[in-house]
């Protein structure tokens, strides 16, 4: 499961439209964690805060984004963290370390991990 995810993560970076803000706020968007669960997912609101809720406890963060799709926490964290986001539809995001290959975030509307995700992981 976690390879078809990278797989499709890649053809999002590559193919995959720049996140708009309308499609940022519109859903709570859902992770997937190492232990293959669903036990997060983040908010973002039009204010430029986001809310990580995880087990229960939520974690709110002010955040910044670009109209080159450049997503840039900027609470206590030096340097701050900064994502490349890019979508695909408006059901999958993925977020990217700039400059790097590396994947940061694979985050799926809840309609979309019960269609795909759940029925892999059970």
């Known amino acids: 499961m976690f390879d078809f995810i990278n797989q499709l993560s890649v053809d999002i970076i590559f193919f995959g439209k720049v996140i708009t803000r309308e499609l940022l706020?519109?859903?709570p968007w859902y992770c997937l964690d190492?232990?293959?669960k669903i036990n997060s997912?983040?908010?973002f609101f039009e204010d430029?805060?986001?809310v990580k809720t995880e087990n229960g406890e939520e974690y709110e963060l002010d955040c910044k984004l670009t109209p080159e799709g450049?997503?840039?926490?900027?609470?206590d964290i030096d340097p701050p963290l900064r994502f490349e986001v890019k979508c695909?539809?408006?059901q999958m995001i993925v977020f990217k370390y700039?400059?790097?290959n590396m994947t940061g975030l694979v985050l799926f509307t809840e309609e979309k991990a019960k269609e795909v995700l759940i029925?892999?992981?059970n």
């Open 88 to 90: 695909l539809g408006n």
């Open 48 to 50: 430029g805060t986001s």
């Open 34 to 36: 190492e232990t293959r």
């Open 70 to 75: 450049i997503l840039e926490f900027i609470d």
């Open 41 to 43: 997912y983040y908010t």
């Open 25 to 27: 706020i519109a859903n």
């Open 98 to 100: 700039p400059g790097d």
């Open 119 to 121: 029925p892999f992981l």
